[in-house]
């Protein structure tokens, strides 16, 4: 069962001077399953970005249709839709987009919060998720006084704790170091084991290693992808490395 079903999305933008038009997305088109764990790539220019804030409802395709368990996001009014992506979906960034004047507890309840929630139902939820993450010894500290790997383990919960349809992460790794981001990959399959769809955005290979397929976009279309079916994360590198370096070297569309 798809639980995101990208249908014909394509992206064009006018410049601001000259009236220039530029063509982000021409034709894309994928569907996710519930619980799976996929990962977008490509070349910086390729529409990867642009792609990841049409599914993330913060930009609208030009052409094309996004579903998300069915609903358009494009049926959605501007009244509703911050509420749509607070209670449907979840966002890790690279930059982990904490408060510094918030605890890192009250950073992770904030989308609660705003859902007013109730205090208690708050605490309910993340005690299991700040378990799992390993952060209960550090939910009363402030982001400035924790390591970056803390700060993204923090965010994770954030994005978790609102029991999001699909979670969204854009280039997690992009800001930790190799240690950290070896224990983040880990823990996002440990995740996505538990039932969790998770779809990143990342230029690193190692990252997308541990993704169960991988999307390649190139010229604002799905060029190729790969799945890892048996395949350790050793393996699924080099297939990655393979494809990347094919298309850089102008290799022919895969579909």
């Known amino acids: ?18 009236g220039n038009q530029v063509q982000a997305l021409s034709s894309v088109s994928f569907g996710v399953e519930k619980g799976e764990y996929v990962a977008i790539m490509g070349e910086s220019g390729s529409g990867k970005t642009t792609l990841l804030n049409i599914l993330a409802a913060l930009d609208k395709p030009t052409a094309g249709e996004v579903l998300l368990n069915g609903r358009s996001l494009g049926a959605i009014s501007s009244k509703e839709i911050a509420a749509f ?11 982990f987009n904490l408060l510094d004047t918030f605890s890192l507890q009250d ?10 929630k109730s205090y208690h139902e708050m605490e309910a939820r993340l005690r299991p998720i700040a378990r799992k993450l390993g952060i209960e010894p550090i939910l009363g500290k402030y982001p400035y006084e924790v390591s970056g790997g803390e700060k993204q383990r923090a965010a994770i919960a954030r994005a978790l704790i609102t029991q999001p349809q699909l979670i969204l992460a854009d280039e ?3 800001a930790l170091d190799s240690r950290a981001t070896d224990s983040l990959l880990r823990l996002f399959r440990e995740i996505n084991e538990d039932g969790q769809t998770i779809l990143m955005v990342s230029h690193s290979t190692k990252a997308a290693s541990f993704a169960r397929r991988v999307l390649f976009i190139k010229d604002g279309e799905i060029f190729h992808q790969l799945y890892k079916g048996d395949a350790s994360e050793g393996e699924m590198y080099q297939k990655i490395a393979d494809t990347l370096t094919m298309i850089a070297t102008g290799g022919e569309r895969r579909g």
Request: net charge positive.
């Open 1 to 18: 069962m798809h639980i995101l079903d990208v249908k014909n999305v394509k992206k064009v933008y006018t410049t601001r001077f000259g």
């Open 85 to 95: 992506r607070r209670d449907n979906l979840g966002f890790v960034f690279q930059d």
């Open 107 to 116: 950073n992770i309840f904030l989308p609660l919060v705003l859902a007013r």
């Open 172 to 174: 997690p790794t992009g």
